[in-house]
C-alpha cells in the first residue's frame, strides 16, 4: 500500500505564489509519472502538469509559463511551483502517482487533495 499526503495549499492573492507538495510513502520500488491535477467547483478534473522519471514536463495550455512541476525521486517527492495565480485557478489540486511497488505491480495513487483559493 502506498499513501500520498499533499501540503502547500491556501488562500493567496491574484498575482501571488504558492508551492505544492505531494510526498509518497509505502511499499515504492520506483515511480514512473508523477503529475498535478485540479477540480474546481461545479466541473471535471483535469491535469495541470505531469511529470515522467526522466525529467519530461507537460503542461495544461492553461498555466503554461506560470507553473512548474519537479520531483526528487530519492524522496519520492513531487512539487508544483505556481507563480501569477489567477482567481480562476482556484480549485481542489490532487496529486497523483503510477508507483511500482516492491512486488512490481503497478497501481494509480492519489492524494487527499489539497484547496487553492485565489481571491483579493
Known amino acids: 500500500q502506498v499513501q500520498l499526503v499533499e501540503s502547500g495549499g491556501g488562500l493567496v492573492k ?5 508551492r505544492l507538495s505531494c510526498e509518497a510513502s509505502g ?6 509519472d508523477m503529475g498535478w491535477y485540479r477540480q474546481a467547483p461545479g466541473k471535471q478534473r483535469d491535469l495541470v502538469a505531469i511529470i515522467s522519471n526522466e525529467g ?3 503542461y495544461a495550455e492553461a498555466v503554461k509559463g ?9 524522496e519520492n517527492t513531487v512539487y508544483l511551483q505556481m507563480n ?7 480549485a481542489i489540486y490532487y496529486c497523483s502517482m503510477y508507483v511500482t511497488h516492491t512486488s512490481r505491480s503497478s ?4 492524494g487527499q487533495g489539497t484547496q487553492v ?3 483579493s
Open 14 to 18: 491574484p498575482g501571488g505564489s504558492l
Open 27 to 32: 511499499s515504492i520500488f520506483s515511480i514512473y
Open 56 to 58: 519530461i514536463a507537460t
Open 66 to 74: 506560470r507553473f512548474t512541476i519537479s520531483r526528487h525521486n530519492a
Open 84 to 90: 501569477s495565480l489567477q482567481p480562476e485557478d482556484t
Open 107 to 110: 497501481t494509480d495513487y492519489w
Open 117 to 119: 483559493t485565489v481571491s
